[in-house]
């Protein structure tokens, strides 16, 4: 079936570094977004993207359909960034179903 | 205000028992869906309601059953449930298609143990 390979599983980052998140999907998706799940378990959404880049503040996400990927882009990394970060791709079908990646688990330490 | 509201956040029952999660949105959506959240999986969707009484089967609908009568409530029904529906279930709502925001909204979640 359709898959949403996300990685790395984890990642440690101190403050005021960055890195970024990568989801590689195995068939053409219509568009991708990205979560976070805060300290309290609530999922916030980070971004919507049908094609392009987008940037918000210390994050920015790129999608590109035809290569199967997206990324997210984490720059001056602070504590409170720290959580589990999914992407989510929208199957090309138009069924509006959205199938998860198996989440990053980003620690930023001082 | 954009909200989506589940209850409850926390429910113990036993295997066989019957359970309900509620789900309400308030921002007249038409989609909505379940997802369940396993330690280690991202999340696996359940069901979607496209909107009233248009429901369809997500990844893995096995062993439950939901309900749309009204646009702002979606509700996920167990019939029996088994030990290895526990988990952490989500609801979300989603902006409607064209429209100016596609973005996915979460309720904060409902853990379920089943004993």
């Known amino acids: 079936g359709d898959q949403v390979e996300q990685s790395p599983s984890a990642l440690s980052l101190h403050e005021g570094t960055g890195s970024a998140l990568r989801c590689n999907f195995t068939?053409?998706?219509?568009?991708v977004q990205w979560f976070r799940k805060n300290s309290r378990g609530s999922l916030i959404n980070l971004f919507y993207?049908?094609?392009g880049t987008k940037e918000n503040g210390r994050l920015k996400s790129a999608f590109d359909s035809k290569e199967r990927y997206s990324t997210l882009h984490i720059r001056d990394a602070q504590l409170e960034d720290s959580g589990t970060y999914f992407c989510?791709?929208?199957?090309?079908?138009?069924?509006?179903?959205?199938?998860f990646g198996s989440g990053t688990q980003l620690t930023v330490m001082p | 205000d954009m909200k989506v509201t589940q209850m409850p956040r926390y429910l113990i029952k036993r295997m066989g028992e019957n359970v309900l999660l509620e789900c309400g949105q308030d921002?007249?959506?038409?989609?909505m869906y379940w997802y369940r959240q396993d330690p280690g999986l991202g999340l696996q969707l359940i069901y979607i309601?496209?909107?009233?009484?248009?429901?369809s089967e997500g990844d893995i609908p096995k062993g439950y059953r939901v309900s749309r009568k009204k646009r702002e409530h979606f509700s996920l029904i167990l019939d029996s449930a088994k030990t290895n529906q526990t988990s952490v279930y989500f609801c979300?709502?989603?902006?409607?298609?064209?429209?100016?925001?596609?973005?996915?909204?979460f309720g904060h979640g409902t853990k379920l143990s089943v004993l």
């Open positions: 309601s496209y909107d009233v009484d248009s429901n």
């Open positions: 921002m007249s959506h038409e989609t």
């Open positions: 979300a709502s989603r902006g409607d298609r064209g429209s100016s925001n596609e973005r996915l909204f």
């Open positions: 989510a791709a929208e199957r090309a079908s138009g069924s509006w179903q959205l199938i």
């Open positions: 068939t053409t998706m219509r568009a």
């Open positions: 993207l049908a094609s």
